[in-house]
């Protein structure tokens, strides 16, 4: 069927068997978005996948520029923006997945690098994060936490302002709320992929399962110590790291995963009590790994990246109604609470989480009502559900009001910004000698001139 419009989704993560959390909300979105418009998905970095009805590129054998030519909207995650800046000279509708807080995930990520680099690393990724803000459309995120995050930026950048407020005053018409989601179909077990069939997990041991890639922003430590604690007297406990090396080939092992296997090793675990599957698992295969689990887990670290996350491993929990065990102050710590779905336990608790792994995997009878639970929430955030903004808007969504009347109110108030700075850094720096005084003051005076050019 053809439709009035042409969506172009492009992602920066691979698009193939093995696939990580960015690839798989934007294969799911082309998906569904191609109920409304004609749609084309691209991959920036490498594409072997292939999917009835959907047309899936790799942009380093066609380029960029004849897919965003032929499209109506655009719809990307990532840098797109940074590495392709003519994109934002063009008059195509830009729809921003702002679902991932990059430049609080760089603060932990970096921290192995010098304190110059880091500031490097996170004020860049903020800039690259502000814009995609000042040129987007249309913007989602995952939770209403995470869009009240993005409010306050937003506001800072001026793009709250009469033009929008007054196309709409909730705003939900600028940036609304697409979570991650799950497959309308139920999972399905092909084989057994770990109970039976990993040396050392026998076919009736217990089995937590890990279930995506260890990060710096995870904590798995607190984690392999409760396990540990736990086998003493439930020696039938395994817990299994589903993936480890991240399919994206731009994306490193990360030092938390370096360090939970060197734990798990030391404490003479590995192999025996704690596993790591050292490759990434199929997308379509995950169901015989979810399905041979009895708990699923999230643990991680109390910063602010904890706070404004959202947990995509823990939806494909939800599919296979896996109770959930997770530390405290995330977005799904909260409705795992409201809604009784497993446990929530502090951060860094070793006996917390002891207590909590061992109620949950063998109390029966709480099992089982923790599992109907879960079943019956993961209703709610089916693909066709959480996707019903962003569909509404491929299909009918218009130029941001503010965008469309040139209004420049952030570049406005950033020239008075730095207008101000100069004239307050020009009254420290008079006693100063001349050269010196034009060393501060020189790039503020270059960025406040480049501003104005960009304003004429």
Known sequence: MTHDRNVLVVTSDSLSEKMAGPAIRAFEIAKAVASVANVKLASTVHSTLSHDGLEIVDVSKVGLESLVEWADVLVFQGHLLSSHPWIKATDKIIVVDIYDPMHLEV?????????????????????????????????????????????????????????????????????DVVPFGLPDAAP????????????????????????????????????????????????????????????????????MAFDAKKLAEERGLLDRIVFFNEGWVPYDERADYLLDADVGVSTHLDHLETAFSFRTRILDYLWTSLPVVSTDGDT???????????????????????????????????????????????????????????LDFCANGTRAADLNANVQIAAVAEIASLKARVADLETQTGGLHASASWRITAPLRAVTGAARRILK
């Open 107 to 175: 603060l932990e990520q970096s921290r192995g690098r010098s304190f110059d680099d880091r500031v490097y690393i996170s004020s860049a990724t903020v800039g690259v994060l502000n814009d995609q803000i000042l040129r987007a459309d249309y913007m989602v995120c995952a939770s209403e936490k995470q869009r009240d995050f993005w409010l306050g930026q937003m506001a800072g950048l001026g793009r709250i302002n009469p033009a929008t407020y007054d196309a709409d005053t909730s705003l939900r018409g600028l940036i």
């Open 188 to 255: 399905v077990q092909n084989k057994h992929a770990i109970k039976g069939a990993v040396a050392g997990i026998a076919a009736t041991d217990k089995v937590i399962l890990w279930g995506g890639g260890i990060y710096n922003w995870f904590d798995p430590i607190t984690l392999i110590k409760a396990v540990e604690k736990l086998a003493e007297r439930r020696p039938e406990v395994r817990l299994y790291f589903l993936g480890v090396k991240h399919p994206n080939p731009h994306v490193p092992t990360m030092q």
């Open 332 to 390: 799904f710590a909260e409705l795992i609470q409201k809604n009784s779905l497993g446990a929530v336990v502090p951060a860094g608790d070793v006996e917390a989480l002891e207590a909590a792994l061992e109620l949950t995997l063998f109390d029966d009878e709480e099992h089982g009502r923790i599992t109907a639970r879960v079943a019956e929430f993961a209703e709610l955030y089916k693909w066709d559900r959480v996707l019903q903004p962003l």
